[in-house]
Structures are given as C-alpha cells and as structure tokens.
C-alpha cells in the first residue's frame, strides 16, 4: 500500500502537470483559418483613408512623389514608399490589400476592410483639445472609426447571423492606435509627466474598442504597442542635444523618449492580460512593435540596412534629414537612391522594408505574444 507521502506526492505531481498544461494551452491562439481583416488605426495602418476623406484642393502629403514609389509606383494615400505592415499580413493570408473604407467607391469589401486614418488618435480630439493638445489632421478618432464600422455592417454583411460569422472569422487589427496622442503632445513640447497622464485614458479607449468588437462578435484581435520614439528622426531633431548621457550608445536614440514607449507598452499589455481573463474564448494578440524595430536599430547590417540608419530617407536637413517645416512630399524635398537601406522614411513612418521585417517578426511569433497558430493553415498560404 502506497504511503501516505508518495500519494501527496503523487498529488503534486498531478497538479503541476495539470497547472503545466493550462498555461501551455492558455499560451497559445486558438488556430483560426481567418476570412478576412478589419482595421482601426492611424497612418502605420492608413491604406488611403485619410487620401479619401480630404478635400481635393488640399491633399494630405502621402498624395504626392515619392511616396508609394517602391512597390506601387505611384502614391496610394499610405505614409511609406510602399507596403504597410497591414499589407504584408494580408499578403501572407493570401488575402487582396485591404482596401480603405472611407472615400472608396465600389471597394471590394467581402476580406476586409480598413478604418484607419492617418493623424487619428485614440482619445477623441475634444478630449485632447481640453488639455491644450492640438490636432488638425483628422477628427477621425478610435470612437469614430468604431461608429463607421457598425453603421457599415448592414452593407458588409447583411443579416446579423452573418454579420456575427465574418466578425468571428476575421483578424482584427486595433491599431496601431494611441501614438498621435503623445505624438501631438510631444511635438508641442508638453512635459513628459503631462504626456504620461494620457496613458490611463488612451489604454481605457482601446480597452473599450475590443470589448465593443467582441460583444459583437470579434474572436481575434491584433493589439500593437508603440514604436521607440527616440529612434524617430522627427524627435531626434525635436529633442536634438549636446547631452551624450541622453542617447543610447548602441542605437543613437533618445533613452528617455524609448523608457516611455515601454512604459506606455507595459501599461497596455496589463490591461490586455486583464480583458484575457474576462474573455477567455478571445484571442487578443499584442504586437510587439517596440522591439521588433528597436532590433533594426541595434543590428542594422543583420537586417539589409545602412551603419547608424537614424535619418529620414525622405527629408531635408539638419543631422537626422528631417525638417518640421519641409517635409517628405514638398515640393524640393527628395528620397534617398535607395530607401530599402534605410529605416526612417519620412522622419515619423518606416520605410517598406522595415515593415517587412516588423510583419515578419509578427507573423512567426517572434514579437507577437502569444504567437499566432498558423497550423491549421493551408499548405500554399504556409509556403507563401
């Protein structure tokens, strides 16, 4: 007869294989043959909304050369030389490019749709405009988007049995949302503890957009963090210094401007392991978009790029080629020979090539957390 230690044992035993086995499953997204994708976001997802919803005697400059020129030859409304990470994730499902909702005329929306705006924030301007941050972009908030979305689903789908089958079936892509928020703050010099009291409010906003999308529905969601925004040029040149103590030695970023990236991202992640807990049928994804570019800065040669690729391929002057004043899109502002060796475009957004390696980080579960469960998808889209 066993004795009374060896069953507590036993016992324990059990249990840590069993606790074992509950966190191996919980870690892992349930592998979903997704249908389609929809998007919310700003310009890192913006496939040509903002191009749509502005008046033709006053275009955005994602409107005008060079933009676009890498892939598409011809500027799409998308604030890069070509591809976004939204396009490579739809190239890796097998999917068209998600087309833009607003402006679109006789779009193809049956495998996805995209709400996002370039300039949109994730607390409505009002918000931002009683606390001295001001915007002239877009009023095209998260709250908006949302709304453009739930009106449009009658169209999308028509009954709502269907509705609620695309919606399960789709990728949800909620962002990358939040960054305007501290970009427009930033950029008029706010102090950093003012800035940091958005961050409750910001996090709350896309809490509230996942909980709306899965009350109807949603099963996936994509949530991406904040890019380091000391590696970006437009601040490098903002907060350009003689003080070597405030850059980083491996990268030439900014420290303090990267310290609050992360502390922006641990706050989101904590309020995204909060909603797993509530919804434990929902896939909620978070992108680590911080450290799947941060890499590109740190080891540049690994990645195809050029020794320190901190200034904007597309810009003019100053040690970072960026200038508030003449940007990428002016008349007399000009791009680089060779844009896929650098990481900064413009000065705000990443050239094609980064965003091929951030998706490619995303897609094989490198900065993606948990890692995407691709195993139930077909062989061909596998290859691909």
């Known amino acids: 007869m066993a004795s009374p230690d060896f069953l507590l044992a036993m016992k324990l035993v059990s249990f840590l294989l069993f606790t074992l086995l509950v966190t191996f499953v919980n870690s892992q997204t349930q592998c979903r043959n997704f249908k389609s994708i929809f998007s919310f976001g700003n310009s890192i997802a913006d496939t040509g909304n903002l191009l749509g919803l502005s008046d033709p005697n006053d275009l955005p400059a994602s409107a005008f050369p060079p933009y676009g020129e890498t892939f598409f030859h011809h500027p799409t409304g998308r604030y890069s030389d070509g591809r976004l990470i939204i396009d490579f994730i739809a190239e890796f499902l097998g999917f068209p490019l998600v087309p833009p909702f607003y402006g679109s005329r006789n779009a193809n929306f049956e495998k996805g749709v995209n709400f996002a705006v370039a300039g949109a924030t994730a607390l409505d301007t009002s918000f931002l405009e009683e606390r001295g941050i001001h915007s002239d972009i877009t009023n095209v908030s998260l709250s908006v988007q949302l709304r453009s979305f739930t009106e449009s689903l009658p169209n999308l789908c028509g009954s709502p049995s269907d509705c609620r089958d695309m919606i399960e079936n789709a990728l949800i892509l909620m962002g990358e949302i939040g960054g305007n928020d501290y970009n427009?703050?930033?950029?008029?010099?706010?102090?950093?503890?003012?800035?940091?009291?958005?961050?409750?409010?910001?996090?709350?906003?896309?809490?509230?957009?996942?909980?709306?999308?899965?009350?109807?529905?949603?099963r996936t969601f994509l949530v991406p963090g904040n890019f380091p925004l000391g590696c970006s040029a437009s601040y490098l040149t903002l907060y350009q210094t003689s003080n070597k103590e405030e850059y980083d030695p491996l990268t030439g970023c900014l420290t303090w401007l990267n310290d609050f990236s992360e502390y922006y991202n641990e706050q989101l992640q904590k309020e995204l392991n909060r909603l797993k807990e509530v919804y434990p049928h929902v896939n909620i994804i978070y992108a680590d978009y911080y450290n799947a570019l941060l890499r590109l800065f740190q080891e540049p040669a690994k990645f195809g790029f050029m020794n320190r690729p901190l200034p904007a391929c597309c810009g003019l002057g100053g040690s970072y080629n960026f200038n508030f004043s003449r940007r990428c899109g002016s008349v007399g502002v000009e791009s680089c020979n060779d844009p896929s060796k650098y990481v900064n475009w413009d000065g705000i957004h990443m050239t094609e090539a980064a965003y091929r390696w951030i998706s490619e980080g995303l897609l094989k579960g490198l900065y993606a957390i948990p890692p995407f469960n691709w195993s139930c998808l077909s062989s061909k889209i596998m290859n691909h």
């Open 184 to 218: 427009f703050a930033l950029f008029q010099r706010k102090a950093i503890e003012e800035v940091e009291e958005l961050v409750p409010f910001v996090v709350t906003a896309i809490s509230l957009a996942i909980t709306e999308l899965v009350c109807i529905g949603g």
